[in-house]
Structure formats: structure tokens, C-alpha cells
């Protein structure tokens, strides 16, 4: 079992950056594939970034790309997602999921991610 607190969340402008960080506990951190997903009210939860065991494999929603960089530092149990040049509908509760696997490949598939975080709170500004 693993668990994730997802932190660095707020307020920013339009054009802005954040950025997050998920800090895991519990059993081998590299063993986990890990992903950022995003809900907007009214919305279906959407897969953001995911990055692979190993760190050297990474997926991006189209929406991101160029603009977000998901990064994990295996020896502190971490990773992260650097987002810039922030938009207004970039606004969302991002959740950090974990995927306990012997692929090294990354995961975009939300069901596939075993274990959650509570979710951090980011709101763009226009």
C-alpha cells in the first residue's frame, strides 16, 4: 500500500506557474508508475501527465504539452508537475495516482491507477 498528499495548489494569474508536488509513503516508491489527473466541476476526471518507474518515460494531454513537465525523484519518494504559462481552463483539483507494476512504460488510463491522493486545488485567474 501507498499513500500520496498532493500539495502546492492555489491561486495564479492567467500566464502563471505552480507547481506540485506528491509525496508518497509506504512500500518501494519505484515501483509505482505515476500519473496527475485533473477534475473541473461539472467534469470527468482527465488524465494530465504520467511518467514511468524509472522516471525516463513520460505521457502529456495534448492540452499540456509544451506547458507542463511531470518529473519524480525516486530517492525522496516524490514527484511532481511543473505547470507554466497557466490558463484559466488549467482550473481543477489535480489528484496524484500511483500504479504498483513491473512496466516501465507510463499509464494515461485513470482506472488503471490503484491508489489516490485527496487532490490540491488550483485556480487560474483571468
Known amino acids: 500500500q501507498v499513500q500520496l498528499v498532493e500539495s502546492g495548489g492555489g491561486l495564479v494569474q492567467a500566464g502563471g506557474s505552480l507547481r506540485l508536488s506528491c509525496a508518497a509513503s509506504?512500500?518501494?516508491?519505484?515501483?509505482?508508475?505515476m500519473g496527475w489527473f485533473r477534475q473541473a466541476p461539472g467534469k470527468e476526471r482527465e488524465f494530465v501527465a504520467a511518467i514511468s518507474r524509472s522516471g525516463g518515460n513520460f505521457y502529456y494531454a495534448n492540452s499540456v504539452k509544451g506547458r507542463f513537465t511531470i518529473s519524480r525523484d525516486n530517492a525522496n519518494n516524490a514527484v511532481y508537475l511543473q505547470m507554466n504559462s497557466l490558463k484559466p481552463e488549467d482550473t481543477a483539483l489535480y489528484y496524484c495516482a500511483a500504479d504498483l507494476s513491473s512496466s516501465d512504460s507510463p499509464l494515461r488510463v485513470p482506472s488503471g491507477y490503484g491508489y489516490w491522493g485527496q487532490g490540491t486545488q488550483v485556480t487560474v485567474s483571468s
Open positions: 509506504g512500500r518501494t516508491f519505484s515501483n509505482y508508475r
